[in-house]
T-cell receptor
Framework: GAVVSQHPSRVICKSGTSVKIECRSL??????MFWYRQFPKQSLMLMAT?????????EQGVEKDKFLINHASLTLSTLTVTSAHPEDSSFYIC??????????????FGDGTRLSIL | AQTVTQSQPEMSVQEAETVTLSCTYD???????LFWYKQPPSRQMILVIR??????QNATENRFSVNFQKAAKSFSLKISDSQLGDAAMYFC??????????FGSGTKLNVKP
């Protein structure tokens, strides 16, 4: 089945550093990828929609200069948390849609990245 | 605007018994998709079941089935013969066409041995 690989699974870094998270579709092409953020015991909140070859679409309240998204190929999207601070600590999950599937097919989720900023 | 509501923050069920998780949603669209996802402690999102709004027949997947009431905008999940491995957070989700998911707030399911 379709697999989405997300890397790293866990990262701990100091405040002020930038962190890059990768989301790869391993056996399908993804024209669209989605980035979610999940706080403990809460639901997934969509941060942005990443479209291959174009600018990402950010949800209201999400700082695009803070969370840089690049979708340079049909199999890779990256989320960079710039100048990370403790309040950015969270669980980040990506999902991808197979461009070759019908609209009723579900998206495929990565296993998530737990980001901890000290 | 689309919203998804799960009114049960937490539920408990005895092993081998049946439990129903509730979900309601609001939309002005007529053609859309509904999903139930399971998120165990590992935080991986696992698709449990999906339903196309244009289908009147309720979806079933082994021990999992839904009660889809389009007019009432209700989409409940029934888990039969509950197993310890069913313990997890369950999220109801709505999607219109290829667009983004809207997730409910989740229901934590506890399964008692």
């Amino acid at each position: 089945g379709a697999v989405v690989s997300q890397h790293p699974s866990r990262v701990i870094c100091k405040s002020g550093t930038s962190v890059k998270i990768e989301c790869r579709s391993l056996d399908f092409q993804a024209t669209t990828m989605f980035w979610y953020r999940q706080f403990p015991k809460q639901s997934l909140m969509l941060m942005a929609t990443s479209n291959e070859g174009s600018k990402a679409t950010y949800e209201q309240g999400v700082e695009k200069d803070k969370f840089l998204i690049n979708h340079a190929s049909l199999t890779l999207s990256t989320l960079t948390v710039t100048s990370a601070h403790p309040e950015d600590s969270s669980f980040y999950i990506c999902s991808a849609r197979d461009r070759g599937t019908l609209s009723n097919q579900p998206q495929h989720f990565g296993d998530g990245t737990r980001l901890s900023i000290l | 605007a689309q919203t998804v509501t799960q009114s049960q923050p937490e539920m408990s069920v005895q092993e081998a018994e049946t439990v129903t998780l509730s979900c309601t949603y609001d939309t002005s669209e007529s053609d859309y998709y509904l999903f139930w996802y399971k998120q165990p402690p590992s935080r991986q999102m696992i698709l449990v079941i999906r339903q196309e709004a244009y289908k009147q027949q309720n979806a079933t997947e082994n021990r999992f089935s839904v009660n889809f009431q389009k007019a009432a905008k209700s989409f409940s999940l029934k888990i039969s013969d509950s197993q310890l491995g069913d313990a997890a957070m369950y999220f109801c989700a709505y999607r219109y066409n290829f667009n983004k998911f809207y997730f409910g707030s989740g229901t934590k399911l506890n399964v008692k041995p």
